[in-house]
């Protein structure tokens, strides 16, 4: 009792800190060096699969510097009071690669893992639970270097053996900007002080139905859709594919050229979109934020 | 139960189980009460209670000498008598409902006789009289306790009797939305789970509504509470940390009184009166009245729907029956349920995959029975059976879902016997079953200590699970007087449980009392205590069932000197050794390898009730520490708070005359609380590392509880109003937390990417407006 007392006040204290309003800037602000996605193509592993890996890395306030991209798939702790999390670093298998991406297969990555004494067997499979015994932490990570900062992202290793119902990435199409679709490569005119209203576009037929298991019932992905600009708010970091009790879409959003983040000039927006199961794709789009007056 | 010194009604004790003997040092440097100037006079003071029910006469009227006027003892059965010259004297009560009473006393110049006389009913047989020892009041000077009365108008509390608790020495501070440590109390640098509160000797499984809003159990209906904050005796077990014990009312009252009460928090009543001549009985129940406005000022979000607003009810009934003189029955059924539901269509920006329904309810309910057997006025024998079922169910989106149902049957049996004047022998029987049924799909839950990845982002451990433990314990113990200044308590205890792994332990406890000379008091106690791993700790699925039995010794010395004017000062030294404490392990998942050190010393300057006016001064040093296992270092426990001052202030201004119906009068009543405590430690997150499948960062802790929060201080103010009429009372009161709004920093919150952080602030001043009436 004391137990669940303790989970759920301890949930509860995490949602609202979370949902309060706060005296930082917003993690949709992008004012330097930031890794705000990595992607694995495919997002899982089969066994006669190449994994692409790549990057979506912003420096705003980098002025086109050199960047220096360092990649390894790690063993790393997520747990409690795990201490650092050395990944590219400590225990990993360092692949070569750049800050255009870098690759790794299946019979590599088991070559490695057989040296640190681990077998095919320990690879993180999504498999139902009553299946998965005690699947490795697999990640990659990525360390971005510039000048002298740094900054490191992680992914997890998904791995499927059997090939049954191999996840896919999801496909983003475009945007739309105030119900108009933003061509590619188009430099769109914002007004400073204005709010736009963004919907992101994606092809639905990349959402896939999944099931953890024989028992398990069809399940759908989420589209998931987190928003970064160089300027400005957004009304919510992420927004879903979905709709809510009153109709209401959930999946648009209004980006907020006011307040104290807004300034005119150039700016960059980028539109990620996560399915849940490790899977991802982002688009760039470039705006011009001028002023009324 | 524990030998008491004094009982007074629905009151509070400082532990009298730490009991000390202290070099002369000390007793040199300890000043004598100074003599008062003034007149070569003395005073009486003194209550007056039922013998039966322990309840105040009020109004009995009493002489002194026989002569001069005709005096009334007051709402709470008390008097005061000044002007008495030094030298013996005579008091006869002649209260209409008991039989006529006469005592002798001595009055000393510039000094205060206190008595307490237990008045035989009017109807009742003086001669073979048994009572139920518990109840049992006679002629003696009292130690000084804090009545309840009292302390349900101390600011902040709500009138709930266990959050006073949390403002005695040595107990830790909480969280601003809760109880210390989330659910329960910090006692002496212990966790929480490692103290234990007790209804009527058995375990209460939730404290509070919500982690902290407010107590399960109606104050109204205890009797009273015993704090023991370490150094308890052989009567208490299964705890490593302090206890709270607390006693309900016997249902013997021979009117009917109760009321109803409504505020923005709850809504409650109470009754209580006889039914018949042999049999008694209240009845409590309340009921949030938060979801009745909550959502009226939640603005509609899109994203967001509470669906269910957060609401508690608990509830208390209770039946005695005293079929013969020294034989009680009793039935008592008590029970709680939290619940809240809210939806979330958009995930939080902290937590992306959090969205969805989130739920929670948890309940309890348990059924008493007890028998109170006293055939003479030497021995005693207390049964009592209590049953019941403990659930809760929680959700998190649609992936993350934990519940948990326990039934439970517990049996105890205490024995106490007066063998002779000086020796008396206690011993005792407890033996329970609870079967913990779990189905979750959870990550592990949070160890103190820890410093949490992103919840999202952690280990989901799914599976059902049943598990059921069996306990037995037994006691003996003696309480032996060999010089009249010198009390030794010694005893043997045993707990023993069975679940995957079988283990009994066996505890040997020591206390001494020396008073040296009346009004001063030296204790000191020494004990081993054992306590079983948490039931999550031992899961096949969540835990390690190979855990063996936390362990823990006690030491404390101390003194307590009465001063003048009331004054009361005690000073207390303890220190606590912790070995084989449970602490996550990579391999195990949980393992004894953890220790812990605390010591500290409590300070208490204590004015009991006299002159409408009440308080204390509480003052307490601590430091605890814990270590991981081997290879780790030292850190701070989770809750260490190195100085905790609390100031508690009451003061009455009556208007009017006691009504006798009700025994409530015209007038005002002022309370204050402060409080300044040292803050929390914190462990900072000196990194955070991008977790790209979760569109969040990981945190990197710095080392553990290497930080502190700022000092917290707050200023609560209470003020009370009666319209006392002549079958009912009316009051109002208004009850001001943090009064002058300081913003406390309760915990630290950073950026998205840890490399900024602010306090997050607690609460600003809040007013409480209630209003009750009483019959």
Not at chain 1, 3 to 10: D, N, P, Q, R, S
Not at chain 2, 120 to 139: F, G, Y
Not at chain 2, 349 to 368: A, Q
Not at chain 2, 383 to 403: F, H, P, V
């Amino acid at each position: 009792m004391k137990t669940v007392a303790k989970i759920g006040l301890a949930s509860i204290v995490a949602l609202l800190l979370a949902s309060c309003s706060s005296p930082f800037p917003p993690q949709t602000l992008v004012e330097r060096l930031r890794i705000l996605d990595i992607r694995a193509e495919p997002p899982e592993v089969g066994p006669l699969d190449t994994v692409t890996l790549d990057a979506l890395v912003a420096d705003p306030a980098g002025e086109g510097r050199p960047l220096e991209c360092y990649w390894a798939v790690c063993l790393v702790d997520l747990g409690w009071a795990a201490g650092d999390i050395d990944c590219p670093g400590g225990n990993s298998f360092p692949l070569d690669g750049d800050c255009q991406g870098a690759n790794f297969n299946l019979p590599e990555l088991v070559a490695w893992l057989t040296e640190q004494g681990y077998d095919i067997d320990d690879l993180p499979q999504d498999l139902p639970p009553e299946l998965m015994e005690d699947s490795l932490p697999l990640f990659v990570g990525i360390e971005v270097r510039a000048g002298d900062e740094s900054t490191r992202g992680i992914k997890r290793v998904r791995v499927n053996l059997s090939g049954d119902q191999p996840n896919t990435n999801p496909l983003l199409t475009g945007l739309e900007v105030d119900g108009e679709p933003l061509e590619t490569g188009e430099v769109v005119t914002v007004d400073l002080g204005a709010d736009v209203e963004l919907t992101p576009v994606a092809d639905e037929s990349t959402r896939q139905t999944y099931r953890r298991g024989e028992e398990d019932q069809d399940r759908l992905e989420d589209f998931l859709f987190s928003w970064y600009s160089t300027t400005g708010e957004f009304e919510d970091r992420r927004t879903i594919l979905d709709v809510d009790s009153k109709g209401r879409r959930l999946d648009i959003n209004d980006w907020k050229l006011r307040g104290e983040h807004a300034e005119q000039g150039p700016s960059k927006l980028w539109l990620i979109v996560r399915d849940g199961r490790y899977g991802t794709d982002w688009l760039e789009f470039s705006f011009e934020v001028t002023s009324s007056d | 139960m524990s030998p008491r010194a004094s009982v007074w009604p629905m009151q509070i004790s400082i532990s009298r189980r730490s009991i000390l003997f202290l070099a002369t040092i000390a007793l040199v440097a300890i000043p004598r009460g100074r003599a008062v100037c003034g007149p070569a006079t003395g005073v009486l003071e003194g209550i007056l209670e039922d013998k039966i029910t322990g309840q105040p006469v009020i109004g009995a009227p009493f002489k002194i000498d026989g002569r001069g006027p005709v005096q009334i003892a007051d709402e709470r059965g008390k008097f005061k008598v000044t002007g008495l010259a030094p030298g013996k004297h005579s008091l006869r009560v002649f209260d209409p409902e008991h039989q006529p009473t006469n005592v002798s006393f001595k009055i000393k110049a510039a000094k205060t006789t206190r008595l307490s006389l237990a008045l035989d009913p009017a109807n009742s047989q003086e001669e073979e009289e048994v009572v139920i020892r518990a109840k049992r009041l006679d002629q003696e000077v009292v130690d000084r306790v804090i009545e309840v009365d009292e302390a349900k108008k101390i600011p902040g509390t709500q009138g709930d009797i266990i959050k006073i608790v949390q403002s005695m020495p040595g107990v830790a501070r909480g969280l601003a939305m809760g109880g210390s440590a989330g659910p329960g109390i910090v006692i002496r640098g212990s966790a929480p789970e490692d103290s234990k509160v007790l209804i009527d000797g058995h375990e209460v499984p939730l404290l509070y509504h919500f982690g902290g809003l407010k107590s399960v159990f109606n104050s109204d209906v205890l009797k009273r509470i015993d704090f023991l904050p370490g150094g308890f005796g052989v009567t208490y077990g299964e705890a490593t940390g302090g206890i709270v014990d607390v006693q309900t009312q016997p249902c013997t009252g021979r009117r009917y009184d109760g009321y109803v009460d409504l505020s923005l928090l709850d809504a409650g009543f109470l009754v209580k009166g006889p039914i018949g001549d042999k049999i008694g009985f209240f009845a409590a129940a309340r009921r949030s009245t938060i979801d009745m406005w909550l959502p009226e000022v939640i603005p509609d979000v899109s994203g967001f729907e509470m669906t269910v607003a957060p609401v508690y009810y608990d509830y208390q009934a209770k039946v005695d029956w005293s079929p013969v003189e020294g034989d009680r029955l009793s039935i008592m059924a008590f029970g709680s349920r939290d619940e809240m539901k809210f939806l979330l269509n958009k995930p939080p920006s902290g937590d992306p995959s959090l969205r969805g329904d989130m739920s929670m309810w948890v309940d309890f309910h348990r059924l008493y029975l007890s028998w109170t057997h006293a055939p003479d006025k030497d021995w005693q024998l207390s049964t009592s059976l209590t049953g019941g079922i403990d659930r809760a169910k929680m959700g998190i989106g649609s992936e993350r879902y934990l519940s948990i149902s326990v039934p439970s049957l517990e049996g105890r049996a205490d024995l106490e016997w007066e063998y002779s004047p000086d020796i008396t022998i206690r011993a005792g029987l407890k033996s329970g079953v609870a079967n913990f049924d779990t189905s979750m799909s959870m990550p592990r839950p949070p160890k103190e200590g820890e410093v949490p990845s992103r919840f999202s982002t952690q280990e989901l451990i799914e599976g059902s699970e049943s598990l059921t433990v069996g306990s037995v314990s037994a006691w003996a113990g003696f309480d032996f007087r060999p010089l009249p200044a010198l009390m030794l308590t010694a005893g043997l205890r045993m707990d023993s449980y069975t679940r995957p792994v079988s283990e009994a332990a066996l505890m040997p406890r020591f206390s001494l009392r020396y008073t040296l000379r009346p009004g001063t008091v030296f204790r000191a106690a020494v004990g081993l205590y054992y306590e079983v791993p948490q039931p999550d700790e031992l899961s096949e699925i969540l835990g390690n069932p190979d855990l063996l039995m936390e362990r823990a010794w006690h030491f404390t010395l101390g003194f307590e000197q009465r001063l003048p004017a009331d004054v009361e000062l005690s000073v207390q030294a303890f220190t606590k050794s912790l070995d084989r404490l449970v602490v996550p392990d990579d391999e195990t998942m949980y393992s004894n390898q953890g220790t812990g050190k605390i010591s500290g010393l409590e300070i208490m300057i204590r004015r009991n009730l006299s002159d409408n006016l009440f308080g204390w001064v509480a003052y307490t040093l601590m430091r605890s520490k814990r270590l991981d296992g081997p290879g780790k270092t030292w850190r701070l426990f989770d809750f260490d708070q190195t100085h905790i001052l609390t100031l508690v202030l009451g003061y009455r201004l009556p208007t009017g005359p006691v009504q006798p119906a009700h025994g409530l009068r015209d007038g005002w009543e002022f309370g204050l609380r402060f409080q300044f405590v040292s803050g929390n430690p914190i462990t900072p997150i000196v990194a955070g590392v991008f977790d790209a499948d979760y569109d969040t960062y990981q945190p990197v802790p710095g080392d553990p509880n290497s930080e502190r929060l700022p000092y917290f201080h707050q200023l609560d103010l209470r003020v009370d109003y009666t319209w006392a009429f002549s079958w009912w009372a009316l009051s109002v009161y208004l009850d001001v937390q943090n009064v002058y709004n300081h913003r406390a920093a309760e915990m630290v919150r950073y950026n998205y990417d840890f490399t900024q952080r602010a306090y997050l602030e607690g609460l600003p001043v809040i007013p409480y407006l209630g209003i009750k009436g009483s019959f």
